[in-house]
């Protein structure tokens, strides 16, 4: 015979309320989603996920998770209980970012917001299938939409006077790179030329460096590494300077800087 186990939860402030979470206990437990009330905090869980993700996560990626989780999720809402957090609440800390959530008082960014959405609703997703929580509270909220930024950007001729000008710096492939692809600085600087195939005109990008260390491509999504087309006019976005390349690297010419 199966002995069966009580368990006694306390904190009603009627009778009505502990009926109705005993109600909602009994249907959960019928439907398999019922998730036993915990005292976890919103803080303690977020602490204990993103040290978990650094074996899912690149170097960068990861200690960027980290900066966004302490500065744009946990001063909202890290004493909230886990269990008890709800759509409004994320609803609501979307409100404050949107307000005041810079370090200066100041309004953040919709981009900001976004990307902070997206880290608690990932973070979230894993609480739903350890069975921390029954429903993503994330899930129902739609991220801030906002008008996008125009971005400036250097014209085809301006571009090309800008090679001619380098046309005789060491580092022309790098800036050719840049202008042609588009790449992000730290995937500039792990460029070699084993990843670059002129007779096809194109170069796979593998791995970025992060100025510390170099580590395979991971996006904060998720994405997979991807060829980008070498040519110009395939992605016209203009980058700032990357950082200098190591030996061996696309900005150093083969046979010079080795």
């Not at 999720?73 to 800390?93: E, F």
Request: aromatic share 6%; proline share 6%.
């Amino acid at each position: 015979m199966v002995e069966r186990r009580q368990r006694e939860v306390g904190g009603f402030r009627t009778k009505k309320q502990a009926q109705a979470a005993l109600n909602d206990a009994l249907s959960g437990s019928q439907r398999g989603t019922y998730v036993a009330p915990s005292r976890t905090t919103v803080r303690q869980f977020l602490d204990e996920w993103h040290e978990g993700a650094k074996t899912e996560l690149g170097t960068t990626a990861w200690t960027n998770y980290g900066q966004i989780i302490r500065r744009n999720i946990q001063p909202y809402l890290g004493a909230k209980r886990l269990t008890d957090l709800s759509p409004l609440d994320v609803k609501r800390w979307h409100g404050k970012l949107l307000e005041g959530g810079r370090k200066d008082g100041g309004p953040l960014s919709v981009a900001s917001v976004k990307l902070a959405h997206r880290i608690l609703h990932r973070a979230l997703t894993d609480a739903v299938r350890w069975n921390l929580i029954a429903v993503n509270p994330a899930t129902g909220v739609r991220a801030p939409r906002g008008e996008p930024n125009e971005m400036t950007v250097w014209t085809a001729e301006e571009a090309k006077r800008f090679l001619d000008a380098m046309a005789d710096d060491r580092l022309i492939a790098l800036w050719t790179a840049a202008l042609h692809t588009g790449l992000r600085r730290g995937e500039l600087a792990d460029l070699r030329w084993t990843d670059v195939d002129l007779r096809a005109g194109t170069l796979t990008v593998a791995q970025q460096h992060d100025g510390q260390s170099r580590h395979r491509r991971d996006d904060p999504e998720g994405e997979e590494p991807t060829p980008a087309a070498a040519r110009p006019g395939d992605r016209g976005r203009a980058q700032g300077a990357p950082p200098a390349p190591t030996p061996g690297a696309v900005g150093a010419r083969p046979g010079v800087d080795r």
